[in-house]
């Protein structure tokens, strides 16, 4: 198997840095003693998480007793919000948005068969949410606020501490999924509202099956899942040693490349959407362009597919998404598109193209290069170009007929 394409992937999942790679090898071959056991074989691998959890938390800049680990990002979403749940069970009222990651809006799905009742708060044509009617909705009953820190298919940043401060006067606890925030923008736990936070290892140059939460010290919190005494008792289960010290790891690097990263990222995004924009008649950036993670575009491309957009990068060997990777593959427009109330004229053209710090200034020639006649190609064939009706029209026919 061979790789060398262009990869503008990087928020569905990012290139472990073989810096990762090298310090987590050891951990799965002589180094695979117990961490809780006895003896020094598995003390000096205790010693090596405990840096590792120092590490993390520094990038966070929160207590290593703050960290609890988990497998991925979802499961800290899930873990959160069942934790509050479980912290509170006098309370039955839930405030997330109609954009959260499918590993939240799921959890509220079921949740509301189970008694509970879910306000998703809706969002303006950039995607942004209306702090009046998150005001509104906190009452007595609220037991949790869970909103994302930024999104994954727009790049659109939440004013999280903003929104934090309102929901602390409400008395709920304050849930942040920062799965695409945390490496990508500067966080900082100690001067934050936010009460937990789930992050996760491949989102940010480390393995898969690694992730954490962030529980704020005094925050009530009942762990859903249950044993053994790991994790303080918030989260048992032998710890996953190697991704564990490759988190740490990738925290790291990614703290020290931040500034840096930020300033690259941008300049190359900014640069690969304004060429497009000027290239390409009639395609629009989506989301908040000015609250916007520096490494993320979404761009809708009018009267044509984002899927065959796609398919056609794909000949180039350039990896972008429509979307998120959890709903793609389903043809169904994007949630997130939806609720931002976009014409059915870019919802189904739109492509997010998502950048990090190994993208080169070639890679994005290479991009704006091929994309105009991508499009040109695409228009051609669709049988609605400059007719809105039309195409909106065989949209809602397609949907139909599924
Ligand atoms: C990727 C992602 C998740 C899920 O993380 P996994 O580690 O893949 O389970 C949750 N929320 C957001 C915003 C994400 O982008």
């Known amino acids: 198997m061979q790789n060398n394409c262009i990869y503008l992937d ?6 472990v840095d073989p810096e990762v790679i090298e310090v987590m090898l050891p951990y799965l071959t002589d180094y ?13 691998v205790g010693k090596a998480v405990r840096t590792a959890r120092e590490q993390l938390a520094a990038m966070l800049g929160a207590d290593e007793s703050e960290i609890v680990y988990t497998s991925c990002g979802t499961e800290g979403d899930n873990a959160a919000i069942r934790a509050a749940l479980l912290a509170q069970p006098e309370k039955r009222h839930i ?48 037991a949790l606020v869970t909103i994302m820190y930024a999104n994954n298919e727009t790049g659109t940043i939440f004013p999280i501490e903003q929104i934090g401060l309102r929901v602390k006067e409400s008395g709920a606890i304050f849930h942040v999924d920062a799965v695409q925030a945390v490496g990508k923008i500067p966080l900082n736990m ?57 988190l740490g790891k990738a925290a790291e690097l990614e703290l020290l490349h931040l500034e840096e990263a930020i300033a690259r990222e941008r300049k190359l995004r900014d640069r690969l959407e304004q060429t497009l924009l000027a290239k390409i008649p009639d395609c629009v950036v989506n989301g908040d362009v000015t609250q916007r993670l520096p490494n993320t ?31 793609s593959g389903s043809l169904e427009p994007s949630h997130v598109l939806r609720a931002m109330g976009l014409p059915y004229t870019t919802l189904h053209g739109s492509i997010r ?13 290479q991009v704006i290069e091929v994309m105009p006649s991508i499009v040109e190609r695409l228009r051609a064939l669709s049988p609605f170009k400059n007719d809105d009706a039309g195409w909106l029209q065989g949209q809602e026919q397609a949907l139909a007929h599924r």
Request: proline residues 3%; neutral net charge; glycine residues 12%.
């Open 10 to 15: 990087n928020n569905a999942t990012t290139k």
């Open 353 to 365: 193209f998502s950048l990090c710090r190994y993208t080169t200034e070639a890679e994005i020639d």
């Open 95 to 142: 405030v997330t948005t109609q954009v959260e990651h499918p590993a939240v809006l799921n959890v509220c799905k079921q949740l509301e068969t189970q008694g509970y009742s879910v306000t998703y708060l809706s969002v303006n044509h950039q995607g942004q949410l209306d702090l009046d009617e998150l005001e509104a909705s906190l009452t007595g009953n609220t």
């Open 190 to 246: 100690k001067t934050s509202t936010v009460d937990m936070l789930t992050l996760s290892g491949h989102k940010l140059h480390g393995p898969k099956g690694i992730g954490a939460l962030y529980i704020r010290r005094g925050v009530r919190f009942r762990p859903f899942i249950l044993g053994g005494h790991q994790e303080r008792g918030r989260r048992a289960g032998t710890e996953n040693v190697p991704a564990i010290i490759a």
């Open 297 to 327: 575009t979404n761009i809708g491309f009018k009267y044509i597919e984002g899927e065959a957009i796609l398919l056609l990068l794909n000949k180039y060997g350039i990896c972008a998404s429509s979307g998120s990777a959890c709903t």
């Open 32 to 44: 695979y003693g117990n961490p809780s056991s006895m003896h020094t074989f598995g003390g000096q």
